[in-house]
């Protein structure tokens, strides 16, 4: 849920990304974090484990410049991918405005992107959102390895909806910022669509 | 949810932010606290008071929400609808944490000269009207469905983040 304060003149919104374990998600976030003007940017936070797996959440507050004499504002957030962190997720999901779906193009990592996906759009409905409706991107990273599947394998793998999708080499800063303002631009246009 | 009518938006004008603000600063006399926070349960800050420019109020919001929500799926799990209230105590400061009326998060920070005893007290008070001042913003929602700045935006307002 956005929060737009006329008094500070902001507006405030939530996306979190969201992918299976190992997928490139905080390296996603460190990767804005290390790039983007520290004026631009705040902390980042990792609750992780001390193998550096995410435990709760990456924390990452991002501006983007005014519109309209209203600073915006995103907060980014990871989810921890690991299967067993599924209650986790869920509170991350809160009063979420947009979902980056971080997919691994190993083909060896297939069922683990399906079943992430699958996990988000319950995990969405539960939360009272329509997984349908949801502002969403889709970015397929780890573009840089051997035996990766196609953009088309993926695309008929999960865009079911036909979502923007961008292909990505997070660790290298490939497709970072094209999917981080892709996924803007489909936030603020639902909210000025007023809601799901 | 917050706003009835609006879903998926939380607006807070002036008005409501000024009675906010003036209501964190008297907790903040009053309890003998430090700073105090008025968080909203997706973690964004909605005001302070105090002595913040020793804090990252940005991180402290989102943190403070985690916290909340993580506790509050604690409290499911054993069959508590939640854990209405946390108290973290440090060697120095001292947190206290609060919902007010399930949907904001008040934060007290405080030190060996204000008390527990007397920040839950204050706390509870303005706890109270703070739940007030939430209505009223909920009403103000109901009458003020369309016609903000968000509503004007245009795809060429949003295309001009990115040049």
């Known amino acids: ?196 | 949810m917050v706003s009835p009518m609006n879903q998926n938006r939380f607006i807070l004008h002036e008005k409501e932010y000024n009675e906010f603000q003036s209501i964190l600063k008297k907790l903040l006399i009053d309890a003998y606290a430090k700073v105090v926070f008025l968080v909203d349960k997706n973690g964004s800050l909605l005001t302070s008071a105090g002595e913040t420019e020793d804090f990252d109020t940005t991180s402290l919001a989102s943190l403070a929400a985690g916290n909340i929500a993580a506790t509050g799926g604690l409290a499911s799990l054993i069959g508590e609808k939640e854990f209405s209230i946390l108290f973290h105590e440090g060697q120095r400061d001292n947190m206290h944490i609060s919902l007010v009326d399930n949907r904001l998060i008040l934060v007290v920070v405080f030190d060996g000269r204000s008390s527990i005893g007397l920040v839950r007290l204050r706390v509870r008070r303005a706890g109270e009207e703070l739940g007030r001042i939430l209505k009223a913003v909920d009403e103000t929602a109901e009458r003020e469905e369309e016609g903000g700045v968000i509503e004007e935006l245009t795809e060429a307002d949003i295309e001009s983040l990115f040049k």
């Open chain 1, 1 to 196: 849920m956005s929060f737009i304060n006329y008094s500070s003149r902001e507006i405030n919104c939530k996306i979190v990304y969201y992918g299976p374990g190992l997928c490139g998600k905080t390296t996603n976030l460190q990767y804005i974090f290390r790039r983007m003007n520290p004026g631009d940017r705040g902390k980042m936070i990792s609750l992780a484990t001390e193998t550096e797996r995410t435990l709760f959440f990456d924390f990452l507050p991002v501006s983007m410049g005014e519109i309209r004499g209203f600073k915006t504002r995103f907060h980014l957030y990871t989810v921890p991918g690991q299967v067993f962190y599924d209650a986790s997720r869920r509170l991350i999901l809160r009063g979420v405005d947009g979902v980056v779906f971080c997919a691994d193009s190993q083909i060896t990592r297939m069922d683990a992107n399906l079943e992430s996906f699958d996990n988000l759009r319950i995990n969405l409905r539960e939360q009272g959102y329509d997984p349908d409706r949801i502002p969403l991107v889709l970015q397929y990273n780890k573009r840089d390895v051997n035996s990766l599947a196609s953009v088309s394998e993926l695309h008929a793998l999960l865009n079911y909806r036909n979502v923007p999708e961008f292909e990505a080499v997070a660790n290298t800063g490939v497709g970072v910022f094209e999917t981080l303002k892709g996924i803007i631009k489909l936030v603020l246009i639902d909210l000025k669509k007023g809601g799901r």
